[in-house]
């Protein structure tokens, strides 16, 4: 898909003075006559000349070994995260806002994963995500030859050919790509600009369209009582169908331009009578069977088939008149496409049902969302793209470059490409595509636009071979005929679908498909209901579909919409259903039984799936019965009217896989973010899916693994639970609260900050504990929280349960090395490796997660050396806290504010403004103001000092200690990296 729809309008807006683009075109040209020589080059052999070449010569960049001092594309850029290099980046005021992958001309697919895990555009993306987003949005991916441009979003992009580009694409070229362009960002402001406008007119056309909408609906009812509203609501429906196919049929040439104006002239000059809708009645009954006199072909399909009823409605004239002139003025076939319809039809909808019942939300009963347009292309790219690029590979299709040497006379290897083209085409046609919950029909649209595409793929290659051309004319609706299902629930929603195909494939004096036995309406998930084997017994002949994709319906059983008698009927009937009923979970399992053996699947569900244990035997159901390919977390706010966090779910059912990919969504883009071992994925599916164990994970798990384990050396016990905290814990002495008692708040890395005073009335307490346990020498570990936090006391402080007590069981092994090695970074990583946190809220440490945590010999060697660095970090720690407490003093204020408590990391100025608000003081002049800085600059600058000084020792120390943790399982650098940079 096009970044952008007209490329001359770019041109005029990012275009510089033609003479400087001819002087760069002439380089161009110049490249051009090393065609043969770069055919042959090796990719690392040309990637400098290649960036000197185009981005030098040709475009206008600076390299960094041309101008070490004043430069803006580098090459080989390490990027933060992996420390893995990109082949180039463009670099605007010392940012990275772009990034360039090479490849060599041996890649004739820069969309195909080679050896390696991933794409040459997929790999250039995971550069991308690993800078900063708020400059880094340019993607820049080349073979030599084709040269592609990227703004964030993988699936819109432009493509040039570099040896054949001619003047007037290289224009284009360069005005998307050149340094002054990139510089001040102007592709991107432009598309925003233009995406914006489009997001404006939409929504005009949807606040006209809705208003027109509703009035019809209220018309009809108040003229025709002898109908429902339910019926009304279907009357409605259809004739703004038939209305909108005729809007886009004056725009694109299958009607007269003035269709509408004419419907509406003719009833302003009728003299017997008829009403304005007996007008569009002709219209009506001619688009369905032709009208000479009209000049208006016959496009049947059932969209304008003859209804009776439909017929007799009475509708008064001025709901026809000036209102649909309105929505007649709008562009269908530029400003209003077919991809944004779908959002607008299902809201309409909504409008509509809120009118039939204000307590009845039917789009939330039937669990419809709207799926934005590059979820529907990532999900099909995936699912029905990789069948048809292996089906490619396995026939050879992509080394077709070459025109034949004889039209008239193929040699015997010419020949077999043109047979296996006509498989390919064969094997196209069999495809079976389904959305069991088809909604406005985005899964089927995007189906449809990806197998024309593939089509025209065949026929560009079959004219390198003979001269006689397929025709798209025919393939559209063999499409439709053969390849795309569809089913929902919602009979509006099943009609909003069959349009936008119809509206998608339309011709000029061709009858529309008849979609109604392959686009039908009925409850995909009762069979009794919809009979899958009888519906569409030409697929199942053959085994199943090939391709299940959609965006289910959410409707869990806690919102009340699933009768007794649904769930009765799903327990019996499926597998899945634990606990909880959800039926985006039954549409899982009634899908994978709906795919053939070689069939592939591709959702959008709640992340719920991957963990929750209500789906346990849903996970237990994919890893028996499918192959897991990838998992999509999307971001927040992909769906605007859903608020469940989403994956996107691709299965396969015959192709073992040794990894999962985990990749995330940002907004419109996707990017590649980690692999997980297969293995270590699915190995308790009934627990969760393992989601966050990485490849880097397994191999430093793998080097972690020891025969002994904190418990060994520690004893963990639960602390006490009073059961009541306001009577046994006072913030003063009393007679009764007599001991020092320490709470989750008070108890940090290596410091205890203040205590509260308890009553330890042993038979009154939920859970006392032993008192000895306290009075000695003893570690307290906070068990709230996702990081490990630890401390030793030897004061006699008691706990409350919020925090574990540890106590020492080997005297070889002192108190404070244990309290390094639970505070140390690789412990806390491997705590949350191991055990990572089901919930957010509340996050809890597990007691016996943390007893089972390694210790092997090399660190118990660092005993007597970690404990020494634990007792000067306390120390170091104290101070700080004196030293700040005493600062906090000085200032006389009754609230200190956060900045405050941090002034050692803001400038004078920055304290002085926030002081001054704090004591809300306002100077009378300036002289007032300057005397109150003076009397605060040398208290701030000297605690200053000394605050960074200790803070800087606690830093080194606590990067010591991590060092001889990292030292005692042997970490390499990389290992180390990955663990310090946060995984």
Same mark, same amino acid.
């Given at each position: 898909?096009?970044? #952008?729809?007209?490329?001359?309008?770019?041109?005029?807006?990012?275009?510089?003075?033609?003479?400087?683009?001819?002087?760069?075109?002439?380089?161009?040209?110049?490249?051009?006559?090393?065609?043969?020589?770069?055919?042959?080059?090796?990719?690392?052999?040309?990637?400098?000349?290649?960036?000197?070449?185009?981005?030098?010569?040709?475009?206008?960049?600076? &390299?960094?070994?041309?101008?070490?001092?004043?430069?803006?594309?580098?090459?080989?850029?390490?990027?933060?995260?992996? %420390?893995?290099?990109?082949?180039?980046?463009?670099?605007?005021?010392?940012?990275? =806002?772009?990034?360039?992958?090479?490849?060599?001309?041996?890649?004739?697919?820069?969309? /195909?994963? %080679?050896?390696?895990?991933?794409?040459? =555009?997929?790999?250039?993306?995971?550069?991308?995500?690993? #800078?900063?987003?708020?400059?880094?949005?340019?993607?820049?991916?080349?073979?030599?030859?084709?040269?592609?441009?990227?703004?964030?979003?993988?699936?819109?992009?432009?493509?040039?050919?570099?040896?054949?580009?001619?003047?007037?694409?290289?224009?284009? &070229?360069?005005?998307?790509?050149?340094?002054?362009?990139?510089?001040?960002?102007? @592709?991107?402001?432009?598309?925003?600009?233009?995406?914006?406008?489009?997001?404006?007119?939409? /929504?005009?056309?949807?606040?006209?369209?809705?208003?027109?909408?509703?009035?019809?609906?209220?018309?009809?009812?108040?003229?025709?009582?002898?109908?429902?509203?339910?019926?009304?609501?279907?009357?409605?429906?259809?004739?703004?169908?038939?209305?909108?196919?005729?809007?886009?049929?004056?725009?694109?040439?299958?009607?007269?331009?003035?269709?509408?104006?004419?419907?509406?002239?003719?009833?302003?000059?009728?003299?017997?009578?008829?009403?304005?809708?007996?007008?569009?009645?002709?219209?009506?009954?001619?688009?369905?069977?032709?009208?000479?006199?009209?000049?208006? @072909?016959?496009?049947?399909?059932?969209?304008?088939?003859?209804?009776?009823?439909?017929?007799?409605?009475?509708?008064?004239?001025?709901?026809?008149?000036?209102?649909?002139?309105?929505?007649?003025?709008?562009?269908?076939?530029?400003?209003?496409?077919?991809?944004?319809? %779908?959002?607008?039809?299902?809201?309409?909808?909504?409008?509509?049902?809120?009118?039939?019942?204000?307590?009845?939300?039917?789009?939330?009963?039937?669990?419809?969302?709207?799926?934005?347009?590059?979820?529907?292309?990532?999900?099909?790219?995936?699912?029905?793209?990789?069948?048809?690029?292996?089906?490619?590979?396995?026939?050879?299709?992509?080394?077709?470059?070459?025109?034949?040497?004889?039209?008239?006379?193929?040699?015997?290897?010419?020949?077999?490409?043109?047979?296996?083209?006509?498989?390919?085409?064969?094997?196209?046609?069999?495809?079976?595509?389904?959305? @069991?919950?088809?909604?406005?029909?985005?899964?089927?649209?995007?189906?449809?636009?990806?197998?024309? /595409?593939?089509?025209?793929?065949?026929?560009?290659?079959?004219?390198?071979?003979?001269?006689?051309?397929?025709?798209?004319?025919?393939?559209?609706?063999?499409?439709?005929?053969?390849?795309?299902?569809?089913?929902?629930?919602?009979?509006?929603?099943?009609?909003?679908?069959?349009?936008?195909?119809?509206?998608?494939?339309?011709?000029?004096?061709?009858?529309?498909?008849?979609?109604?036995?392959?686009?039908?309406?009925?409850?995909?998930?009762?069979?009794?209901?919809?009979?899958?084997?009888?519906?569409?017994?030409?697929?199942?002949?053959?085994?199943?579909?090939?391709?299940?994709?959609?965006?289910?319906?959410?409707?869990?059983?806690?919102?009340?919409?699933?009768?007794?008698?649904?769930?009765?009927?799903?327990?019996?009937?499926?597998?899945?259903?634990?606990?909880?009923?959800?039926?985006?979970?039954?549409?899982?399992?009634?899908?994978?039984?709906?795919?053939?053996?070689?069939?592939?699947?591709?959702?959008?569900?709640?992340?719920?799936?991957?963990?929750?244990?209500?789906?346990?035997?849903?996970?237990?159901?994919?890893?028996?019965?499918?192959?897991?390919?990838?998992?999509?977390?999307?971001?927040? %706010?992909?769906?605007?009217?859903?608020?469940?966090?989403?994956?996107?779910?691709?299965?396969?059912?015959?192709?073992?896989?040794?990894?999962?990919?985990?990749?995330?969504?940002?907004?419109?883009?996707?990017? @590649?973010?980690?692999?997980?071992?297969?293995?270590?994925?699915?190995?308790?599916?009934?627990?969760?899916?393992?989601?966050?164990?990485?490849?880097?994970?397994?191999?430093?798990?793998?080097?972690?693994?020891?025969?002994?384990?904190?418990?060994?050396?520690?004893?963990?016990?639960?602390?006490?639970?009073?059961?009541?905290?306001?009577?046994?814990?006072?913030?003063?002495?009393?007679?009764?609260?007599?001991?020092?008692?320490?709470?989750?708040?008070?108890?940090?890395?290596?410091?205890?900050?203040?205590?509260?005073?308890?009553?330890?009335?042993?038979?009154?307490?939920?859970?006392?504990?032993?008192?000895?346990?306290?009075?000695?020498?003893?570690?307290?570990?906070?068990?709230?929280?996702?990081?490990?936090?630890?401390?030793?006391?030897?004061?006699?402080?008691?706990?409350?349960?919020?925090?574990?007590?540890?106590?020492?069981?080997?005297?070889?092994?002192?108190?404070?090395?244990?309290?390094?090695?639970?505070?140390?970074?690789?412990?806390?990583?491997?705590?949350?490796?191991?055990?990572?946190?089901?919930?957010?809220?509340?996050?809890?440490?597990?007691?016996?997660?943390?007893?089972?945590?390694?210790?092997?010999?090399?660190?118990? /060697?660092?005993?007597?050396?970690?404990?020494?660095?634990?007792?000067?970090?306390?120390?170091?720690?104290?101070?700080?806290?004196?030293?700040?407490?005493?600062?906090?003093?000085?200032?006389?204020?009754?609230?200190?504010?956060?900045?405050?408590?941090?002034?050692?990391?803001?400038?004078?100025?920055?304290?002085?403004?926030?002081?001054?608000?704090?004591?809300?003081?306002?100077?009378?002049?300036?002289?007032?103001?300057?005397? #109150?800085?003076?009397?605060?600059?040398?208290?701030?600058?000297?605690?200053?000092?000394?605050?960074?000084?200790?803070?800087?020792?606690?830093?080194?120390?606590?990067?010591?200690?991590?060092?001889?943790?990292?030292?005692?399982?042997?970490?390499?650098?990389?290992?180390?990296?990955?663990?310090?940079?946060?995984?």
């Amino acid at each position: 898909m096009n970044l #952008f729809d007209d490329r001359s309008l770019v041109i005029k807006q990012i275009m510089l003075d033609e003479f400087s683009v001819l002087e760069r075109y002439n380089a161009l040209k110049a490249y051009q006559t090393k065609k043969n020589f770069i055919k042959n080059v090796k990719e690392e052999k040309f990637q400098e000349s290649f960036l000197k070449d185009i981005f030098v010569d040709c475009l206008g960049y600076t &390299l960094d070994t041309q101008n070490p001092n004043n430069f803006n594309l580098t090459r080989e850029e390490k990027t933060k995260i992996d %420390g893995k290099k990109a082949d180039g980046c463009i670099i605007i005021n010392n940012k990275v =806002v772009g990034i360039i992958e090479l490849k060599g001309q041996n890649t004739k697919d820069l969309d /195909k994963r %080679g050896s390696r895990d991933f794409s040459p =555009v997929e790999q250039a993306f995971s550069y991308l995500s690993s #800078f900063d987003n708020k400059f880094a949005k340019y993607v820049i991916v080349s073979n030599f030859d084709e040269i592609r441009f990227y703004i964030k979003d993988r699936l819109k992009f432009e493509s040039f050919n570099l040896l054949e580009l001619d003047f007037e694409n290289f224009k284009f &070229l360069h005005a998307l790509i050149s340094f002054e362009s990139i510089k001040e960002d102007l @592709p991107f402001s432009l598309k925003e600009r233009s995406s914006s406008q489009e997001t404006s007119i939409s /929504k005009k056309f949807y606040d006209d369209y809705s208003n027109f909408r509703i009035e019809l609906f209220e018309n009809i009812c108040k003229n025709n009582s002898a109908f429902t509203k339910q019926e009304a609501l279907k009357f409605t429906q259809k004739i703004c169908d038939r209305l909108i196919f005729i809007f886009f049929a004056e725009d694109c040439g299958l009607l007269a331009k003035d269709t509408i104006n004419r419907i509406i002239d003719g009833f302003s000059n009728d003299i017997l009578n008829h009403s304005l809708y007996d007008y569009y009645k002709v219209y009506f009954k001619s688009i369905n069977s032709s009208n000479e006199k009209l000049k208006i @072909p016959a496009y049947n399909g059932g969209l304008f088939a003859t209804d009776t009823i439909l017929d007799s409605l009475n509708i008064d004239d001025y709901i026809l008149n000036e209102k649909v002139k309105t929505l007649s003025s709008y562009d269908f076939n530029s400003e209003i496409s077919v991809n944004i319809l %779908g959002h607008i039809f299902e809201q309409s909808l909504s409008d509509l049902e809120h009118i039939i019942s204000s307590n009845f939300n039917k789009r939330k009963k039937d669990g419809i969302f709207y799926t934005p347009k590059f979820i529907t292309s990532y999900i099909l790219n995936q699912t029905l793209g990789e069948i048809c690029n292996a089906k490619k590979e396995e026939l050879g299709l992509n080394d077709i470059t070459e025109p034949a040497k004889n039209l008239k006379k193929l040699n015997k290897g010419e020949l077999k490409n043109l047979e296996n083209l006509n498989v390919y085409r064969d094997f196209l046609l069999n495809l079976k595509i389904l959305d @069991p919950a088809c909604g406005s029909g985005a899964f089927l649209n995007e189906a449809l636009d990806f197998l024309i /595409k593939e089509h025209e793929f065949i026929d560009n290659k079959r004219k390198l071979l003979e001269t006689d051309d397929l025709g798209l004319y025919d393939i559209q609706k063999t499409v439709l005929e053969n390849n795309l299902y569809g089913v929902d629930i919602n009979a509006e929603a099943v009609e909003i679908a069959k349009l936008s195909l119809w509206l998608r494939t339309a011709q000029f004096g061709r009858k529309l498909v008849n979609l109604g036995q392959k686009i039908k309406c009925g409850n995909s998930l009762v069979d009794k209901e919809f009979y899958w084997e009888k519906e569409f017994s030409e697929v199942f002949e053959k085994g199943g579909f090939d391709i299940i994709v959609g965006n289910p319906p959410y409707i869990s059983y806690q919102s009340n919409l699933l009768s007794k008698l649904d769930m009765q009927y799903f327990s019996d009937v499926y597998e899945t259903p634990y606990k909880i009923y959800d039926t985006y979970a039954l549409f899982i399992e009634k899908s994978i039984k709906l795919l053939n053996n070689n069939g592939k699947f591709g959702f959008i569900v709640p992340s719920t799936l991957l963990q929750n244990e209500s789906f346990c035997l849903m996970r237990e159901f994919i890893a028996k019965n499918t192959n897991i390919d990838k998992i999509v977390f999307c971001a927040d %706010g992909v769906f605007n009217d859903a608020v469940v966090p989403t994956i996107i779910l691709l299965l396969n059912k015959n192709k073992e896989k040794q990894f999962v990919e985990i990749l995330k969504s940002e907004k419109d883009y996707i990017y @590649p973010k980690s692999l997980i071992s297969y293995n270590d994925f699915i190995k308790n599916p009934r627990h969760g899916f393992n989601i966050s164990l990485i490849l880097m994970d397994r191999q430093i798990l793998d080097k972690c693994k020891t025969d002994e384990c904190i418990q060994n050396f520690l004893d963990i016990k639960e602390s006490i639970k009073t059961g009541n905290d306001k009577r046994f814990i006072s913030d003063i002495k009393t007679d009764t609260h007599t001991l020092r008692i320490v709470t989750g708040k008070e108890v940090s890395k290596f410091k205890i900050k203040g205590f509260k005073y308890f009553d330890f009335n042993e038979k009154e307490l939920k859970r006392p504990t032993k008192a000895e346990y306290y009075t000695n020498s003893k570690l307290f570990i906070r068990r709230v929280g996702k990081n490990l936090e630890c401390v030793f006391d030897d004061n006699g402080f008691f706990s409350t349960h919020v925090l574990y007590v540890g106590i020492q069981k080997d005297s070889s092994f002192g108190l404070k090395a244990i309290m390094c090695i639970l505070n140390s970074t690789l412990f806390n990583y491997l705590y949350q490796t191991l055990f990572p946190a089901k919930g957010d809220i509340f996050p809890e440490i597990r007691i016996g997660n943390l007893r089972s945590l390694p210790i092997n010999n090399n660190i118990k /060697k660092k005993s007597n050396e970690l404990e020494s660095l634990g007792e000067k970090l306390m120390v170091l720690y104290s101070r700080l806290d004196q030293e700040l407490h005493k600062f906090y003093s000085s200032l006389e204020l009754d609230n200190i504010s956060n900045k405050i408590k941090k002034f050692y990391t803001i400038n004078f100025d920055e304290f002085i403004k926030e002081l001054q608000k704090s004591k809300k003081i306002n100077f009378k002049n300036k002289l007032e103001e300057r005397n #109150f800085k003076e009397q605060w600059q040398g208290l701030f600058e000297r605690d200053k000092t000394i605050a960074i000084n200790l803070e800087k020792q606690i830093l080194q120390m606590q990067a010591n200690i991590d060092e001889i943790i990292f030292d005692s399982f042997e970490l390499d650098k990389d290992e180390r990296e990955y663990i310090l940079n946060g995984k």
